[in-house]
Each structure stands twice: as structure tokens, then as C-alpha cells.
């Protein structure tokens, strides 16, 4: 049987062939996003994926006054209640451990390494974009859609990622990378980023489903 995963509801969750429904977007989705920290949890206070989520989703309403943006941003990165959060720096270190060659086999050339390392994350998208289609469809969204939106995606992620690193961290050891460096923070109401326990961040990832997502309205009609 391909690789699965048993969830919080327990049913076998298939990589290769992931399903989603609109319950399992109030079932699994909210509750494990609700309960995954961020930065794998290398914060000051209790931080989760789910209000990074919510925090994204109303950039996004604020910025562009865009609900399908919104809805997007929200479930960016929904595919972690499934693969987990495998922190930014981790995936670098995989990355460059088949880089090198010599640590995972001493007899490969240079070359192969690299193409390893290349196939490694393109292996790392391909499940990700795999999950993503389905929980976008789960939620009455064309899955299409998401690359109209993507840069406009790619820079609010990017903006809460500095937002939450000034906020919740101490000052870095060195400079992170560059387009985190160089990006404007993005406004917080009142100035400062409020950490949620982990029932509030469920309770509002869940009222933003409810208020973005098509297939989440056309249930509450």
C-alpha cells in the first residue's frame, strides 16, 4: 500500500492520493493546525500554524480586499496537518547533506549529488501541491486559481514570517535570508502580535473558513 498517514478522525490518509472533504477541513485541518507551532516551536510564547494562517488570510483582506486571496492565504499551508511542519532550515540541511555527496554516499560525483538534492525538493512540492489541490477543492476553491494569486501569496507569507520573527523571538545570531530581511513587517492591530492558546486559533481559523471558503458558505445557507 502507498505511504499513509492515520489522522485525528482515524482514517487512513493516502500521500499519493490524498482526500479531502469540507469536514475534514472543521476535522482535521483546523484542530492540528490549531495545535502545530510555528517555527517548530522555537518562539518566546505558544505560537501555531493555524494563527500564522489566520494572520496571512487577514493581510490579505487588509492589503488587497480579496476574499479568494484570503481563502488561499488561509490554506496555504494546510498540507502540514498531514506532513507536519518540516521547518525551513531542516529542508536546507536535507538539501545540502545530498549536495555534498560524500555523508549519503562517498563514491558519488558532484553532479549526481546536486541532481539529488534538486529531485529531493521537487519530491517535497510535488506532495505538497498534491495535498494542496485537494483541501483548495475541499473547500469550493479551484485549485487553478492559486497561481494567479501566488506572488501576492508568496509575499504576505514572507512578511508574517518577519512579522512573527521580530515578534516572537529573540534577535538573530546572524542575518536570515535576504528576502526575510528586506521585507516590510506587516501592520498589526494595536502594534503587536497577541498569541492565542490553542482553543482561540482553532476557533478563529474555523470563523475564517466559514467567511472565505465557498464550500463552507453554501453549508451555513
Do not use: N
Not at 562517498?106 to 505538497?128: D, Y
Not at 516590510?184 to 498569541?195: A, D, F, N
Not at 492565542?196 to 481559523?205: G, H, I, Q, T, V
Amino acid at each position: 500500500m502507498s505511504a499513509w498517514l492515520q489522522t485525528i478522525t482515524g482514517r487512513a490518509f493516502v500521500f499519493a492520493e490524498p482526500v479531502v472533504t469540507t469536514e475534514h477541513l472543521k476535522t482535521e485541518v483546523a484542530p492540528i493546525l490549531a495545535s502545530l507551532p510555528r517555527f517548530g516551536g522555537h518562539t518566546y510564547a505558544r505560537y501555531s500554524v493555524a494563527q500564522h494562517s489566520a494572520l496571512c488570510a487577514t493581510a490579505a483582506l487588509d492589503l488587497y480586499d480579496d476574499m479568494e486571496l484570503a481563502a488561499f492565504c488561509l490554506l496555504h499551508d494546510a498540507h502540514e496537518t498531514w506532513t507536519g511542519d518540516i521547518v525551513s532550515p531542516m529542508q536546507a540541511a536535507l538539501v545540502e547533506e545530498l549536495a555534498l555527496g560524500t555523508q549519503v554516499d562517498p563514491t558519488a560525483v558532484q553532479m549526481v549529488a546536486q541532481a539529488r538534492a534538486a529531485h529531493l525538493k521537487l519530491c517535497f512540492k510535488s506532495i505538497q501541491k498534491r495535498i494542496d489541490a485537494a483541501v483548495f477543492a475541499a473547500a469550493g476553491l479551484d485549485p487553478s486559481r492559486y497561481g494567479a494569486h501566488a506572488e501576492r501569496i508568496k509575499d504576505i507569507d514572507v512578511r508574517a514570517l518577519r512579522t512573527e520573527r521580530d515578534e516572537l523571538k529573540a534577535r538573530p545570531p546572524q542575518p536570515w535570508d535576504a528576502p526575510i530581511e528586506t521585507v516590510l513587517p506587516l501592520p498589526l492591530p494595536g502594534g503587536t502580535l497577541r498569541q492565542m492558546s490553542e482553543a482561540d486559533a482553532r476557533r478563529l481559523f474555523l470563523d475564517l473558513l466559514h467567511a472565505l471558503c465557498p464550500a463552507l458558505q453554501l453549508e451555513a445557507a
